[in-house]
């Protein structure tokens, strides 16, 4: 059987994603593959179908229990026989796995690293006995100082091609920077591994920052735009897990604490609810998560300052895993970086501290942005992005901007007559001609004492923020970060660069493509598949995944030969299940007078998660503020019914200027275009404020972006 028609047969998959085909040939080959791949971008695959196709057995070293369980059913539900071998069995539940390996009937065999290896453990010598094809190790970052999750039992697999010196081994993990990956390969000793470093993007991910101040309302908020959606929030302390959880549930939700103070059986049950989706929320410490294949996830909150951008990524990564438009929120305060430079302290070990602090300082960086976030986190996994993404908040505030070379100047040069020796908050103060007792008696007497008293403490925070995205300054690491000049910092000091600041900004929505599905179907859909899944005791997504279910309620098949073109539905899946599935599409479609669109699926589904950001479709936002000024509102009126701004309901209507279906004269006068034109022409359309300094009070940013899309008009 070749690859493809395994994964066709026992996934329902037509083809494969990201590097998965190389990555299992190389280990049919019988060779060693280093994998960095995504959440949720299917590195179960990458050794679970050549499992299958190999002629033996393939151990699995997974970290987590629940890891295991979850890994088995899904497996044991798409027809391949798996194991595993924990502590939670009984020793009659372990003989019974151990004499069905003995007579070849377990494919896959999960185990945590330290039962293989554990000090006058016999299961390896157990193992060694076995016709064993092929060690894959999830997580394997786990074995790393350098990593953001490091387990001292990981360590333990250093003997592993001492054990096993002939069976191919494959090292998985979604997250490891260059340090943390030469760390996994040394200490595992593959042998001339071949290295598969897949995109990082999760396109179908939105990020947004906010500001801690009042985080519970914004919360509240964001939750009540989510409230049949599943999703987890991240908290730093256990305590905080459990005050918040206990709010939601006053407030109605269906949430559960998760953290590693609670007994296992209380961890458990928390758990397996919400993987159930009896329980909607799950507010929880990092403890949570890792492994757990919940595909419809659809967004992340960080309550609180994630430690470092790999931890932050993977905790992310678990919304959207079936590749549905998802979110993923992070409030931001700098008293958590405060507080979390203490944790960063590794006691004797001074170069591990060093990298934990600029791990910190990185997210921080992150978190105070004001280019594309997207871009910055693929950056900081060595893979290039273009600088506006479409998906995240940055690049989603329309922004209008200011010359802030004056401002930047003076800050600049705070720096240079400082030394270089500060950091932002002393030189804030100097600026400000604050006269406290920090303050040394001789900066009081620098030509930059209280050279901008005119600017607040918050606004000069912001641009000193600004002035490090742009890359005019740049922090220091380590626990107390001074702020330093940059090659890019002489001219704008010399005057020979011109510095754009943000005056304001107006957030639009995120705006996700959708495909035109009946919903009332989809729910229809979804009960069915939560019946199922109570009668085979598994959770949901197991039985099938949103994306699969959004499909059918797409395309309704009108029979399995149809229903068998639907992504998710191998050959075991639709023996199982086809049938009950089909009979509710079926009837669906008759009831409502509905036929198969099955013709209108593209022959080759490419997978949500590898799209790149898409332009938003007509059917969103713009479109409803343009349907609402045709019906005969006013800018001003369309913003109110809206609760958006005038600025962001003429960039709305810019856009249906630019496509050609409104006149530009609905906004413009004709006798102001040819001096908006003319000044477009002189000095380019990139920056507005430019052009409002050389056009003068009578004429608007409106107007101007309305002149801009004008000439930008398609056709």
């Not at 554990?118 to 997580?139: H, P, Y």
């Not at 950091?423 to 030509?447: C, P, S, T, W």
């Amino acid at each position: 059987m070749t690859p493809l028609k395994a994964l066709q047969q026992y996934f329902g998959y037509d083809q494969f994603r990201h590097q998965q085909e190389a990555i299992i040939r190389r280990l049919l080959d019988g060779g060693d593959a280093m994998v960095l791949m995504p959440t949720g971008g299917g590195k179960s695959i990458c050794y679970q179908l050549p499992a299958v196709l190999m002629d033996g057995l393939t151990i699995v070293i997974s970290p987590l229990i629940a890891l295991m369980k979850d890994q088995v059913d899904a497996l044991n539900v798409n027809g391949i026989p798996a194991a595993y071998l924990n502590s939670t069995q009984s020793n009659g539940e372990q003989t019974d796995i151990v004499n069905r390996l003995k007579v070849g009937q377990i494919k896959l065999l999960y185990l945590a690293p330290e039962r293989l290896f554990k000090t006058g453990n016999r299961l390896t010598e157990f193992l060694q006995s076995l016709k064993v094809s092929l060690i894959a190790i999830d997580e394997a970052h786990c074995i790393s100082h350098w990593g953001h999750d490091f387990r001292p039992e990981y360590l333990m697999l250093a003997g592993l091609k001492d054990a096993f010196p002939k069976i191919p081994v494959i090292a998985l993990t979604a997250t490891a920077d260059q340090l943390t990956r030469k760390d996994i390969l040394e200490k595992l000793a593959l042998h001339e591994p071949a290295e598969f470093v897949s995109s990082f993007n999760r396109a179908n991910i939105s990020y947004t920052v906010a500001p801690k101040k009042n985080s519970y309302d914004k919360l509240m908020t964001f939750l009540d735009s989510h409230k049949d959606d599943s999703g987890i929030i991240y908290c730093l302390s256990r305590q905080s897990t459990e005050t918040l959880a206990e709010q939601l549930k006053a407030e109605g939700f269906l949430a559960e604490a998760y953290h590693a103070g609670l007994s296992n059986e209380i961890k458990a049950k928390n758990q397996e609810a919400f993987v159930r989706d009896e329980v909607k929320i799950v507010v929880a410490t990092i403890a949570f998560g890792m492994g757990i294949n919940k595909s419809n996830v659809r967004w992340v909150v960080h309550y609180d300052l994630p430690k470092n951008i790999e931890g932050y990524y993977q905790e992310t990564g678990r919304a959207g895993r079936d590749g549905l438009p998802s979110e993923a929120l992070l409030f931001f305060s700098a008293g958590d970086a405060n507080k979390l430079q203490r944790f960063a302290q590794v006691e004797d070990n001074p170069e591990q501290t060093a990298i934990m602090l600029k791990k910190l300082n990185d997210m921080v960086r992150y978190c105070q942005l004001t280019t594309c976030r997207r871009q910055y986190l693929l950056n900081y996994f060595n893979e290039p992005f273009p600088d506006r993404c479409g998906s995240c908040d940055v690049c989603l505030t329309e922004r209008e901007t200011f010359d802030g070379t004056l401002i930047a100047q003076k800050a600049l040069s705070a720096v240079t007559r400082v030394k270089e020796r500060f950091g932002a908050g002393y030189v804030i103060d100097l600026l400000r001609g604050a006269n406290n007792a920090k303050m040394f008696e001789e900066h009081k007497q620098l030509k930059t004492y209280g050279a901008g008293a005119d600017i607040s403490k918050a606004d000069w925070q912001r641009y000193l923020r600004e002035l490090i995205s742009l890359g005019f300054l740049k922090t220091s690491d380590g626990m107390y970060p001074v702020l330093m000049l940059t090659e890019k910092s002489e001219a704008v000091l010399k005057g020979w660069q011109k510095v754009e600041l943000t005056l304001s900004a107006v957030t639009e929505e995120a705006q996700h493509e959708t495909p035109q599905h009946e919903m009332e179907l989809f729910d229809k859909l979804k009960a069915l598949r939560a019946e199922i899944a109570r009668d085979e005791n598994v959770p949901p997504y197991i039985i099938q995944s949103d994306a699969t279910l959004l499909e059918l309620a797409t395309y309704l098949p009108q029979d399995l030969d149809e229903m068998r073109r639907i992504s998710g539905f191998g050959d075991v899946k639709l023996a199982r299940y086809g049938d009950r599935f089909l009979k509710t599409v079926v009837l669906y479609c008759q009831a409502k007078g509905l036929a198969s669109k099955i013709n209108a699926r593209p022959a080759k589904r490419e997978r949500a998660t590898e799209r790149k950001p898409r332009v938003p479709t007509l059917n969103g936002t713009k479109q409803e503020s343009f349907n609402l000024y045709r019906s005969g509102k006013t800018i001003e009126e369309v913003a109110a019914l809206r609760d958006l701004s005038p600025t962001t309901i003429q960039s709305h209507l810019c856009h249906f200027i630019q496509t050609g279906e409104m006149n530009v004269s609905e906004m413009v006068a004709p006798e102001k275009m040819p001096a908006i034109k003319d000044a477009v022409e002189s000095y380019g359309g990139q920056a507005l404020s430019p052009l409002k300094e050389v056009l003068g009070d009578d004429y608007s940013y409106g107007e101007i972006k309305a002149v801009i899309a004008w000439m930008n008009k398609e056709g």
